[in-house]
């Protein structure tokens, strides 16, 4: 079921898969009326490890979603993370008789994303960052403007083929369509990001199973997102390693007793699991220990990162986390004081969505939420996955200067 007022979302995760359906309500509101959440299978490290077994598991969801809500959702926002994707600004300048027109901003665009892409990548997004007429006067919209020179700034991400093909075949498995792909960093930034936050300078990070995802904001929008290979599942491999105990059974540890920052337990207790099949003790505070030097190998990675490309004055407001990673106890404690910035757990930006409160502060849902209001974005200038440059100049033209 699809139609103009009916929208669908599926986020697809190492550890997890959500479905979400929302009825779209006056002035772009979102209802959901539709939801459901399984294990995830043939997925590793956020991408695609088994087209059999995802799509398996992709039918099993959406049969789940039309028997217990009456949707046969046939039509979804995709998300994907990649840990080859890359991010590039193009920049465009034209020269302008009088007035800009149409055809200069046709120009100017194409000018900008002219950038060659490697045989083996395909463009994702390409975001309109800025125009600037005459080499100072930064406008958003540069039409009938007078003007020498017309200047355009966007940002390009791009992600492997193979990703992209993966998913297209399990859909098609599945019988489902993709209405967009988005890149997961950027559909949880709809959901869980201000304009504030993204004009003060922000840098959100989302913890999951397989992988750890990043973007940074400003006031001229999106400046670079990434993938690091490392998530939640190597900090349940060091527990297990610590402690010669199985993968599940370090899992239950963690998120049972699991502690980010070791200096905010109160007090060391004595934790019972099972160690070959038999039960032992070991000490919350070496715990902790474990767990924290597991995050902090992450966080050294992402700071490297972000200091190879310059970004650590960028992020003047601090960092918003999500994403099981991010479920842990004293979390933020860690973060704050590994970066020395303002750090907050990211909440749904209720002004655009509603529907169940246990749904609105499920973290699990957090992605397929973002997918939903990733189409109010277009306004924003922010086009997934057009499947020619013209398609994306024609697209970028409408929501700058509106049709015509």
Do not use: W
Not at 179 to 191: D, F, T, W
Not at 382 to 387: F, G, H, T, Y
């Amino acid at each position: 079921m699809a139609g103009n007022n009916f929208v669908a979302s599926i986020d697809i995760g190492t550890e997890k898969i959500a479905l979400l359906a929302a009825d779209i309500e006056d002035a772009g509101h979102l209802r959901i009326i539709a939801h459901n959440f399984c294990s995830s299978d043939g997925v590793k490290k956020g991408s695609v490890s088994s087209i059999d077994s995802l799509a398996r598991v992709i039918i099993k969801l959406i049969e789940k979603t039309k028997k217990d809500f009456g949707y046969k959702v046939e039509l979804a926002r995709i998300n994907i993370s990649d840990t080859h994707l890359t991010c590039t600004d193009g920049k465009g300048k034209v020269s302008i008789d009088e007035a800009v027109t149409l055809k200069d901003l046709d120009s100017v665009l194409e000018s900008a994303m002219a950038m060659s892409t490697p045989a083996n990548k395909e463009k994702l997004h390409i975001i309109k960052k800025k125009f600037t007429i005459n080499e100072n006067v930064v406008v958003d919209n540069p039409m009938e403007m007078e003007a020498e020179v017309l200047e355009s700034k966007v940002h390009i991400v791009t992600v492997s083929s193979s990703s992209i093909r993966n998913i297209e075949r399990c859909l098609e498995q599945s019988e489902l369509e993709a209405e967009k792909i988005v890149l997961n960093s950027i559909a949880k930034s709809h959901a869980l990001l201000s304009k504030e936050d993204k004009d003060s300078g922000v840098c959100l990070i989302d913890i999951g199973a397989g992988v750890t995802s990043y973007s940074v904001f400003n006031e001229e929008g999106i400046v670079r997102s990434g993938v690091i290979a490392i998530g939640g599942d190597e900090i349940t491999q060091e527990i297990a390693y610590a402690f010669d105990t199985s993968l599940e059974e370090a899992k239950r540890l963690k998120e049972n007793y699991g502690v980010a920052k070791s200096s905010t337990l109160n007090e060391d207790k004595f934790i019972h699991f099972i160690q070959n099949k038999e039960e032992h003790q070991l000490s919350s505070l070496e715990l902790s220990e474990v767990i924290e030097g597991a995050y902090r190998e992450i966080f050294t990675l992402l700071n490297n990162e972000l200091k190879y490309h310059n970004l650590d004055g960028i992020i003047k407001s601090g960092f918003v986390l999500c994403g099981g990673g991010a479920q842990i106890n004293s979390i933020v404690e860690l973060v704050r004081d590994f970066f020395s910035k303002r750090v907050k757990i990211g909440q749904i930006q209720r002004s655009k969505v509603s529907g169940l409160e246990t749904i609105l502060t499920d973290y699990k849902y957090t992605g397929a939420i973002g997918l939903l209001m990733h189409e109010e974005d277009l306004s924003n200038n922010e086009l997934a996955l057009s499947k020619t440059d013209q398609s994306v100049i024609d697209k970028l033209k409408k929501v700058i200067v509106g049709k015509f």
